[in-house]
């Protein structure tokens, strides 16, 4: 089991950032896949980016060249920055983790979850 604790959301204006963290219990280089998702009120939850346990990140065509996720191994810490941001990516914002070595952008694929932070972008 892993515990998660994200922070770093805020209503900001379209066109901002934002950075959000995700502190993790443990450390999760090799063993765990991580991955940030977002819900909006009345929508499915989404995956937005994804860390493997090595390191190598992919994103959902939505937040594709906007949103960056890192991941500070020292510090068990998960990060997304969220640049360019659009009233659209307004949702509560997730962390999640998932046993490797396998990694799937489906939240079924994550056992672990933080409790959320919410995103509210104005126009």
């Excluded at 280089?29 to 991580?34: E, Q, V």
Aim: hydrophobic residues 30%; positive net charge.
């Amino acid at each position: 089991q892993v515990q998660l604790v994200e922070s770093g959301g805020d209503s900001v204006q379209a066109g901002g950032s934002l950075r959000l963290s995700c502190a993790a219990s443990t450390h999760t280089y090799g063993t765990y896949c991580m991955g940030w998702f977002r819900q909006a009120p009345g929508k499915e939850r989404e995956g937005v980016a994804f860390i493997n346990p090595y390191g190598s990140t992919s994103y959902a065509d939505s937040v594709k060249g906007r949103f960056t996720s890192s991941k500070d191994n020292v510090k068990n810490t998960l990060y997304l920055q969220m640049n360019s941001l659009k009233p659209e990516d307004t949702a509560m914002y997730y962390c999640a983790a998932g046993r490797g070595p396998t990694c799937v952008q489906r939240a079924w694929g994550y056992n672990n979850w933080g409790q959320g932070t919410q995103v509210t972008v104005s126009s």
